[in-house]
Nanobody, 132 residues
């Protein structure tokens, strides 16, 4: 059973930084997509960043490019989101997500991007609040 547990959220002033973590119990012998999403009150869930555990360049939403970095520790099977130069509009609940196993061919056709339909399993979320 896939389980995802996020941590690291909190309150920070604008231009500050936070690092989110997602401890994952997932497939140990397969590769898959992992990503971060966020949802602000009254708004739809938005994809922030995604990567393929088998390698390749991560994909970011335009709104976070140059400020956020997604990474993964394969030994700990933990996904991270380093968030720098935070803005009030970054406020929201941040979710970690993972897909079912994918081959490299499948990912070449449909990259691990920031579309929610790419992902099958979701964590409970961690709140990020950025004040001006």
């Amino acid at each position: 059973q896939v389980q995802l547990v996020e941590s690291g959220g909190g309150s920070v002033q604008a231009r500050g930084s936070l690092r989110l973590s997602c401890a994952a119990s997932t497939y140990t012998s397969s590769n898959y997509c992992m990503g971060w999403f966020r949802q602000a009150p009254g708004k739809e869930r938005e994809g922030v960043a995604g990567l393929y555990t088998g390698g390749g360049n991560p994909i970011y939403a335009d709104s976070v490019k140059g400020r956020f970095t997604i990474s993964r520790d394969s030994v700990k099977n933990t996904l991270y989101l380093q968030m720098n130069s935070l803005k009030p509009e970054d406020t929201g609940m941040y979710f970690c997500a993972t897909s079912q196993p994918r081959t490299i061919v499948e990912v070449m056709i449909a990259p691990c991007a920031t579309a929610a339909q790419t992902y099958n399993y979701w964590g409970q979320g961690t709140q990020v609040t950025v004040s001006s």
